[in-house]
């Protein structure tokens, strides 16, 4: 039975949460769209769609319980979205296992390293492959992958979290060059700064506070970036002409430094 009677434009974002996730959802959904998010956790993913619902409609977002360290789980999600809303013409992927403090090669062990990866490499891989087939169908489509500094530099401390972002970059520039002829928009967008998010957000609030940097709370957007100033980003480049597409594009605060170039 569809869902989405009004046979809007369906968007997926994968990795879906409070922060990006969310707000990238909601500025799609407000230009009409229908959102399908995935992640693993039901309650969050419950709250993000009614909230979403309660703005703009009921019937604007729909969740689906998705593991993304398992191929299984992926395929089945990405096989009741096209069942119950319809093919997927914008697959944002979002996900990103990391942790906020790192730890060394030597005290990494091999389980995080495969678990992070399979959900900032391997999801990305899978869930590309089940919304391909219509997007060539279609004649167009647009492949959004959200990457970090940790995508072009390795720092210490990241070795759970940067090798699968590293391929995550590469997956993308692979894509644009398979099937951007064939009208398929694949960008990276490079967050080269903590997200104001719930979990680095508040931690940066208590560095700031501990460290002596509380000037920095009245100026929170210039250091820390804004999911809904991000989402505008993500508009963009879903909507650039063809004449001009911008395969990677990278953003940050204007108080940061500029990690990712040095």
């Known amino acids: 039975m569809s869902l989405n009677s009004q046979k809007k434009p369906v968007i997926a974002v994968v990795g ?27 309650d969050k993913l419950r709250k ?22 398992q191929e299984e789980s992926v395929v089945t999600s990405f096989q009741c979205i096209r069942a119950e809303l319809g093919p997927v013409g914008v697959l944002v992927y979002n996900a990103g296992a990391r942790r906020v403090n790192g730890r060394s090669i030597l005290d990494t062990t091999s389980e995080e390293f495969e678990n992070f990866t399979k959900i900032n490499l391997f999801g990305a891989f899978w869930a590309t492959k089940c919304v391909l087939p219509d997007m ?24 759970s979290f940067s090798p699968g972002k590293f391929g995550l970059r590469s997956l993308g520039q692979i894509i644009t060059r398979e099937y951007q002829a064939q009208g398929i928009h694949a960008a990276h967008i490079i967050v080269d700064s903590p997200v104001d998010g719930k979990l680095i957000g508040e931690w940066s609030r208590r560095q700031w506070q501990r460290t002596g940097q509380a000037d920095k709370l009245d100026d929170v957007s210039g250091h820390l970036v804004a999911p809904a ?17 911008t395969h ?10 500029m990690f990712s170039k040095l």
């Open 136 to 159: 060539l169908a279609a004649g167009r489509g647009t492949i959004l992958l959200t990457g970090a500094t940790g995508a072009l530099r390795g720092n210490p401390g990241l070795a």
């Open 16 to 42: 879906a949460g409070p922060g990006i996730g969310e707000a990238v959802a909601r500025r799609f959904v407000a230009e009409g769209f229908c959102v399908a998010l995935l992640a693993r956790t039901e």
């Open 48 to 69: 993000m769609a009614q909230g979403i619902d309660a703005d703009y409609g009921a019937g604007a977002a729909h969740y689906y319980i998705t593991d993304l360290r």
């Open 229 to 245: 100033d991000l989402a505008q980003t993500y508009w963009f480049l879903h909507t650039q002409p063809r004449s001009a597409w």
């Open 248 to 257: 990677e594009l990278d953003a940050r605060p204007q108080k940061e430094n």
